[in-house]
Antibody, heavy 121, light 110 residues
Framework: QVQLQESGPGLVKPSETLSLTCAVS?????????WGWIRQPPGKGLEWIGS???????YYNPSLKSRVTISVDTSKNQFSLKLSSVTAADTAVYYC??????????????WGRGTLVTVSS | QSVLTQPPSASGTPGQRVTISCSGS????????VYWYQQLPGTAPKLLIY???QRPSGVPDRFSGSKSGTSASLAISGLRSEDEADYYC???????????FGGGTKLTVL
């Protein structure tokens, strides 16, 4: 079955860059689908960060676009998130997910377990 | 402030039917599909409803979704204790060119 697993540092210093990777097993990223990142600050709701197709085309949340880069590595069957100039407001559980895109929307049909990233000095 | 508006809480007793509303605008719910996610305590969200009213395989038919104009609703019938969770609506927003979520509704089974 298809599984997604986030990995990366759990603690990042303010002003530095947050870097996470999502390893996909049971499915080849090159075969299709978009792949995305969503975050959830402690005790708060969900926020879409961005999504990427296996070809590399990306969509970003306009409110984060200036700080976000999402990339894909088909040879390793994984995709990555970089968020620069982080502050305490970026402290959250970060989820990676598989995205099904359709004509009138898209949805996240498979999720990783999530990884907590804390921004603190 | 979320683009989609949900009540922060809802409650019901076992066996009851509860509904959770999601209000948006013409640029999101009014022109695109609505999706619903269930997040059980301490776990990742799970897709519950897609394309306004479709259930993925494995989701009980006690869960149903509907949409009218710029609003949508999630209904849960025959409420069970294991339904206690946070529920989020979502849609694509044409004006923002991005995916937007509601603030979430915490469902308590009394």
């Amino acid at each position: 079955q298809v599984q997604l697993q986030e990995s990366g540092p759990g603690l990042v210093k303010p002003s530095e860059t947050l870097s996470l990777t999502c390893a996909v097993s049971g499915y080849s990223i090159s075969s299709g689908y978009y792949w995305g990142w969503i975050r959830q600050p402690p005790g708060k709701g969900l926020e879409w960060i961005g999504s990427i197709y296996h070809s590399g085309s990306t969509y970003y949340n306009p409110s984060l676009k200036s700080r976000v880069t999402i990339s894909v590595d088909t040879s390793k069957n994984q995709f990555s998130l970089k968020l620069s100039s982080v502050t305490a407001a970026d402290t959250a559980v970060y989820y990676c997910a598989r995205v099904t895109r359709e004509l009138l929307g898209w949805y996240f049909d498979l999720w990783g377990r999530g990884t907590l990233v804390t921004v603190s000095s | 402030q979320s683009v989609l508006t949900q009540p922060p809480s809802a409650s019901g007793t076992p066996g009851q039917r509860v509904t959770i509303s999601c209000s948006g605008s013409s640029s999101n719910i009014g022109s695109n599909y609505v999706y619903w996610y269930q997040q059980l305590p301490g776990t990742a969200p799970k897709l519950l409803i897609y394309r306004n009213n479709q259930r993925p395989s494995g989701v009980p038919d006690r869960f149903s979704g509907s949409k009218s104009g710029t609003s949508a609703s999630l209904a849960i019938s025959g409420l069970r204790s294991e339904d206690e969770a946070d529920y989020y609506c979502a849609a694509w927003d044409d004006s923002l060119s991005g995916q937007v979520f509601g603030g979430g509704t915490k469902l308590t089974v009394l």
